[in-house]
């Protein structure tokens, strides 16, 4: 059994700042590599960002020089540190994690989402 659970979520004002982080525990053998979606009201869920194992990352182009997305392979943690908000951004956040159990499955798991809201 594998879980992510993410943290961070909330309000932001326009130009505003948030940090989301999300934690993979259970089973796990080792994690390939993790990431964030996100999924506003009547849209499909979209990338936002992905890291390797190895730290590479790979931002969709509506975040990039906004958005940044950091690993701690210790801690089975990813982070998105998102600056500059918009009211764009408002969306359910999605961790994601593409891993390796111990029964040696590879699968790819879903948080629950957190909530970002980007209002004044």
């Known amino acids: 059994q594998v879980q992510l659970v993410e943290s961070g979520g909330g309000l932001a004002q326009p130009g505003g700042s948030l940090t989301l982080s999300c934690t993979a525990s259970g089973n796990i053998f080792t994690i390939y590599s993790m990431g964030w979606y996100r999924q506003a009201p009547g849209l499909q869920r979209e990338l936002v960002a992905t890291i390797t194992m190895t730290n590479s990352p790979n931002y969709a182009d509506s975040v990039k020089g906004r958005f940044t997305i950091s690993r701690d392979n210790a801690k089975n943690t990813v982070y998105l540190q998102m600056n500059n908000l918009n009211p764009e951004d408002t969306a359910v956040y999605y961790c994601?994690?593409?891993?390796?159990?111990?029964?040696?499955?590879?699968?790819?798991?879903w948080g629950q989402g957190t909530q970002v809201t980007v209002s004044s």
């Open positions: 994601h994690g593409d891993l390796r159990d111990t029964t040696w499955n590879r699968l790819t798991y």
